[in-house]
């Protein structure tokens, strides 16, 4: 039941003022039709609004079923809206962007009603009032009857307990009226329906209740109705559009306008597009710089010897600027390089430091050993020594061991005898990449080796006679000679023995002592270096595993060698006096100690390299300058100069390209303030369906959330385009090829960054279009 009590409605246009509701009371039945008569100006299409909720009462009371509205809240007025009252307008009032069935869904998309039974529910509805063929059809494809029949469609869809006409026949002819006014007499036999009309013959054939209306008060009732005191049972239910179907609604509205829309969207794309092609750029040279850089950090890694450079004393010497005086007299002093030497104290527990570096940074590292394997060999079926390193043929042991001591001595650590070892094993193998396989496998295990040749297939006649190969110079050997070839290495006591005066020499060799070799070595495969860029970190020859290496030590570290040559200070092998480092490397290549030679650490990449040197750099901290350990990095410190100058100039191209993203984003502000002067109707048409203020601002967060995705992604597809003729263009000047690359993530943030800007330029104008008064929107044209 409706009851309006002692209602109040003024309006005040400069010292005017007009009493549209002067003190009106009246109370309607649950199914009735009401007409409601007066001349223009009376009050009677206020009273309509209020009662609808469109429009506020000053004073009074309006009760619903026993509820007073007169602590409503807005949300609480569009849920009655949406529920509890239908409206049908002189005008029809479509939204002309949407189909017939769409625009009698709309009330129910507030609701929340499902979306297949809001389907069939609209299309109950068209079929009650004759249009169930035309469900497809826009607007204007449709008669002003047909319209009108959509219209009451609408305002039944949700089964409203009142139904409210505005002359709803007041822009049709006579015959069409007559039968619009029929069916809305049908439909008041289950609910209450308040027309308001100029037509009082319509009124009395139709209507079972006529209210004469005039100067804002009730002049007459034709069948007054006096109600008992009722019980509150009213219940509202919130109404609430989804995300989804704001975005729906948005989207056929803008594909009404596809031509606007498009420019729209390459205007606010051009910024985009600036973005796109300066990060591309950006992305594109910078990988060439990286891969430039990570070619020559491969062929120079970080290395750590036992004896490095003093980095202190570069510095005092290049922060001296003072040339002194000439006093008639020189000093002498030490050669710069001794000055500048520095002693690294690499220790195992250095050695475990190094150990645990981050696989994702340097995930391979060379440890140089220099221990002599004792190598056996079968040649023509007898017992032989052998050799993996390239040593003259025929030298004594006694010159070769000379020559080892050198090598090692002076080693670079530029073409290791020692292939790296893998931390992560899936973090990539330096050795695959490169190198190629001529033939066999990868070593899998320590005691496999592998044969290194250059790039022409070529390696020193004497690396080949030293593993027992009858050669000569020029001589092809087939690789199936050299693949699965096996050696073995003997202890220190089975391989030496001690003469009385204290010295070591080397026995001879039988098949006792080939046969107890408990490691037994086989060469794995033949490489080589895949091209002219790949790092050559192997010597060409015999190379072999630093795990290997650890077993001959661990094996050989309590033999009588490596006792005697400790409690000495005297070569064991030569006789000669040593000093401490001397014996040191002695002790080394008899394998009486674990401690490398030096370490080579390779990076991963460019950008991983710093990491590496802050890695060993926090070893140093808090230690003496003597305990510390100095590391070499070859690298041109020009490289961070060439990245960094390389992003600052990019920072900059992106600041000036983004004038043009807020440039867009001003601009879609005013399109959508645009949009809402043209949509204003739309936006009453929502509100009278009970559409919150929340809901408007999200049609139109909606539309511009749209425009924004396509801005976005116009703007990627038009760089992505232009990329092509760019790259054309820099290879005809700097001859690289596929400079520009766009990188995917940066396209999604553009067009994340799109949208977000987008939503912010059209917020402003969707919340102006939220604060539109309801009765207002729907008078405009």
Known sequence: MLQLRQLRKSYHVGDTVTHALDDVSISFRNQEFVAILGPSGSGKTTMLNVIGG???????????????????????????????????????????????????ELGMNLSGVPASKRHQKALDALTKVGLKDQVAKSPNQLSGGQMQRVAIARALANDPDILLCDEPTGALDTETSEQIMQLIKQLSQDRLVVMVTHNPELAKKYATRIVNFQDGKILNDSNDFKPANEVDTFNLKRTKMSYWNAIKLSFTNIMTKKGRTALTAFASSIGIISIAIVLALSNGFQKQIDTTMSKALAKYPVTITQSAANFDSFAQEKNSKNVAKNRGYITARKDKAQQSSHKNKITLDYINYIKKINPKYANNISYQVGVNLNLLGKIDGKVKRVQFSPLEAGSTMTEAYSQMQTQTASMSFMGSTVFPTELDKSQGNILKENYHLLSGTWPKSATDLVLVVDSQNTIIDNVLKNLGLNIKNGAKVDLSQLVGREFRIATNDDYYQKLPTGMFIPKKVNSAM???????????????????????????????????????????????????????????????????????????????????????????????????????????????????????????????????????????????????LVTSMIMIGILTYTSVLERTKEIGILKALGARKKDITRVFDAETFILGIFSGILGIVIAWLLIFPINSVLYSITDLTNIAQLNPIHALVLIGISTILTMLGGHLPARIAAKKDAAIALRSE
């Open 54 to 104: 469109l429009d506020r009462y000053d004073s009074g009371d309006l009760i619903i079923n026993g509820k007073s509205t007169k602590n409503f809240t807005e949300t609480d007025w569009d849920a009655y809206r949406n529920n509890s009252v239908g409206f049908i307008f002189q005008n029809y009032n479509l939204v002309a962007h949407l189909s017939i069935i769409a625009n009698v």
């Open 514 to 660: 080939y046969a107890n070799s408990k490691l037994k070595l086989r060469i794995a495969g033949v490489i080589r270096p895949k091209n002219k860029d790949s790092l050559e970190l192997l010597a060409h020859g015999i190379a072999y595993s630093d795990q290997l290496a650890q077993q001959v030590i661990k094996e050989n570290q309590s033999s009588a060698i490596v006792k005697a040559q400790k409690n000495s200070n005297q070569n064991v092998l030569t006789g000669q006096n040593m000093n401490k480092t001397t014996k040191k490397q002695v002790l080394q290549a008899i394998g009486g100690s674990t401690i490398p030679a030096g370490i080579m650490i390779y990076p991963n990449n460019f950008k991983a390299k710093n990491k590496v040197l802050n890695y060993l750099d926090n070893w140093n901290k808090g230690k003496t300058k003597q305990d510390k350990i100095n590391y070499t990095d070859m690298s041109s410190a020009v490289t961070t100069m060439t990245g960094g100058l390389l992003n600052g100039i990019t920072a900059v191209l992106i600041a000036f390209a983004a004038i043009s």
